[in-house]
């Protein structure tokens, strides 16, 4: 619908000459801004002595996290497409069992140590963030995802979810569907994951834009 609608909009200005040149900037700057999502009850009590952008190993452990590796990666940038340099980038999940590192998790004892849970980094000056992290999974009530929350340096936060492009459950759930409202926010949520061999043996990677008015 919001294609189609800009679509109607340009084919105005085509025709309407000199006097609408001024709008031509804000169509430019079209760029569908990652949709906010609730944070959710499981954002760290308190945060892991580890905090860096590998959760998938814990520093001082020979231990590899349990599940899937998924390297998540793109850019922080504003609508027109600029980098958002100084942004800061925070992840939380849950373990490979479903578990999160929290003490509203019940079996929270049954936690998959090796894994971080949680990760942040600051962006560097093309605004690109990356996490070496796990596939989501499912735990009761929810469909596999991947919280965010991102902090930009003019003070500026989005908090949001991302998800498994395709998953069947992702459409009956409740906070997923909340958040797409057009075609384009789909796209800023959806994780297209892809076979990542170069990388690692066995894991995916995946591009995620994170956009901020
Ligand atoms: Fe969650």
New binding site residues.
């Given amino acids: 619908m919001m294609q189609h609608s800009m679509f109607s909009r340009r084919s105005l200005l085509a025709g309407a000459g000199v006097a609408l040149m001024p709008l031509l900037p804000v169509l430019a700057a079209g760029l569908v801004p990652t949709p906010e999502q609730t944070e959710?009850?499981?954002y760290p009590a308190g945060f892991p002595a580890d905090i860096d952008n590998d959760l998938v190993r814990v520093r001082g452990q020979a231990a590899q996290a349990m599940g899937q590796v998924l390297h998540l990666q793109g850019r922080v940038i504003g609508l027109g497409g600029g980098a958002r340099s100084g942004a800061m980038v925070e992840i939380?999940?849950?373990d490979g069992r479903g578990i999160?590192d929290h003490p509203r998790q019940a079996g929270r004892d049954r936690r998959d140590a090796a894994f971080q849970g949680y990760g942040r980094m600051l962006v560097d000056s093309e605004g690109r963030y990356s996490f070496r992290t796990l596939k989501p999974v499912a735990?009761p009530g929810?469909t596999p995802?991947i919280?965010l929350k991102v902090a930009t340096a003019d003070g500026r936060m989005l908090t949001s979810?991302f998800y498994v492009a395709g998953d069947p459950q992702n459409e009956r759930d409740g906070v997923f569907r909340r958040a797409i409202r057009s075609p384009g926010q789909r796209e800023r949520i959806e994780m297209k994951l892809e076979a990542a061999p170069g990388l690692e043996p066995g894991a995916l990677a995946t591009t995620m834009d994170i956009v901020i008015a």
């Fill in positions: 959710g009850p499981f939380w999940q849950c999160y735990y929810r995802h919280h979810q």
